[in-house]
């Protein structure tokens, strides 16, 4: 188990009621946050905090931060294998939806991973009717389906997500789906678990240090 360190931010620069502790002991820094209940905050409220906080960490102004970092919240179930694997799904090559925006990713979970963008691909790669023969060679090699783009050009869309994927070619997928083809932990800069309770979130996150992983939820 790692010797975790939980250092609390000073009060006078939180929000009313608001309580946060840096741990380390990680392989990235992990936030635990406890926020009070949405009656009082909302969760527009905490998206703008956290944005404001990740771009002080990551020294980003407000302009650079969207092109620089990606979101992604999942349930609190799935801490386990992102302290194990750096990143919740299993092989850490499977597609993931993420967002530029906090708040859009905070309707998904308690649990925010925050990406380099750098190290993320999009899921997907369309191929114009007339291209090589080694260059669809090459997208077959990498891709795990392959379809006729769905706008009738004529060009191939080749995905990480299956052929049966509801999602696949869809603005879903243009928009959010992506994926990690290199080392997660380069990828993964930052996670925060959030919740109301600053004790039980303390515990969760110890636990989480020592549990066997699953597989994808």
């Not at 790692?2 to 840096?22: C, K, N, W, Y």
């Not at 969760?43 to 990740?54: P, R, V």
């Amino acid at each position: 188990m790692p010797d975790l360190q939980f250092t609390e931010m000073p009060q006078h620069s939180l929000p009313a009621g608001v309580r946060i502790s840096i741990i380390s002991g990680f392989r990235v820094p992990v936030l635990c946050i406890a926020w009070p209940s949405e009656e009082r905050f909302p969760a527009q409220t905490l998206g703008k905090f956290l944005a404001d906080l990740l771009r002080g960490m990551h020294k980003s102004n407000s302009a650079a931060f969207p092109r620089l970092f990606d979101c992604r919240c999942v349930p609190l179930s799935r801490l386990p294998h992102i302290m194990l694997a750096g990143v919740d799904v299993e092989p850490t090559s499977f597609p993931i939806y993420v967002s530029g925006s906090v708040d859009k990713a905070l309707e998904y979970g308690d649990v925010l991973m925050v990406f380099d963008r750098a190290h993320l691909e999009a899921t997907y790669r369309e191929v114009a009717a007339d291209a090589s023969e080694e260059e669809r060679i090459r997208c077959r090699r990498k891709y795990v389906s392959e379809t006729p783009a769905l706008d009738g050009s004529g060009s191939l869309w080749f995905s990480m997500l299956k052929a049966d994927d509801t999602r696949l070619a869809k603005p879903y997928e243009i928009e959010y789906g992506r994926w990690i083809p290199g080392d997660p932990w380069a990828a993964l800069k930052l996670v925060a678990v959030i919740g109301t309770d600053h004790e039980l979130l303390a515990k969760a996150i110890r636990s989480a240090a020592i549990q066997p992983h699953g597989g994808n939820a």
